[in-house]
Nanobody, 121 residues
Framework: VQLQASGGGLVQVGGSHRLSCAASGFSLDEFAIFWFRQAPGKEREGVLCLSSTNHNRYYADSVKGRFTIFRDNAKTTVYLQMNSLKPEDTAIYYC???????????????WGQGTLVTVSS
C-alpha cells in the first residue's frame, strides 16, 4: 500500500504544471486523496482534496481558480493541475490518503513522498 508522488520541477511564474500521485494496494473508490504542501519556513497546509466519489474540496483559498484536482479513468492516479503559478506556490507537495472516503476531515493515514515545485521568474 503506497502513494507515489511525482512531477515536481522548476516552473516559470504564470506557467502551468501537473503533479501526479499514483496509488497502489488500495482503491481510490474507498478513500479520499489530499494534496498538501509545505513552503520554506512555513507549516504544511492542505491544498485540495478529491473524495472517493470524485468531489473536490479546496483547503487553501490561495489556489482557488488556479489549481484543480482530478483522477484518471482507471482510478489509479490523482493529479494536481496547477495554473497561473506564483512564487508563493513554491513548496514541497505531498499527496496523502484520507482516513475517510470524503473530504470532511484532513485526517490522513498514508503519505506519499514529497515532490518539490519551484516557481521562479
Amino acid at each position: 500500500v503506497q502513494l507515489q508522488a511525482s512531477g515536481g520541477g522548476l516552473v516559470q511564474v504564470g506557467g502551468s504544471h501537473r503533479l501526479s500521485c499514483a496509488a497502489s494496494g488500495f482503491s481510490l473508490d474507498e478513500f479520499a486523496i489530499f494534496w498538501f504542501r509545505q513552503a520554506p519556513g512555513k507549516e504544511r497546509e492542505g491544498v485540495l482534496c478529491l473524495s472517493s466519489t470524485n468531489h473536490n474540496r479546496y483547503y487553501a483559498d490561495s489556489v482557488k481558480g488556479r489549481f484543480t484536482i482530478f483522477r484518471d479513468n482507471a482510478k489509479t492516479t490523482v493529479y494536481l493541475q496547477m495554473n497561473s503559478l506564483k512564487p508563493e506556490d513554491t513548496a514541497i507537495y505531498y499527496c496523502a490518503r484520507g482516513s475517510r472516503w470524503d473530504c470532511s476531515s484532513e485526517e490522513v493515514d498514508l503519505w506519499g513522498q514529497g515532490t518539490l515545485v519551484t516557481v521562479s521568474s
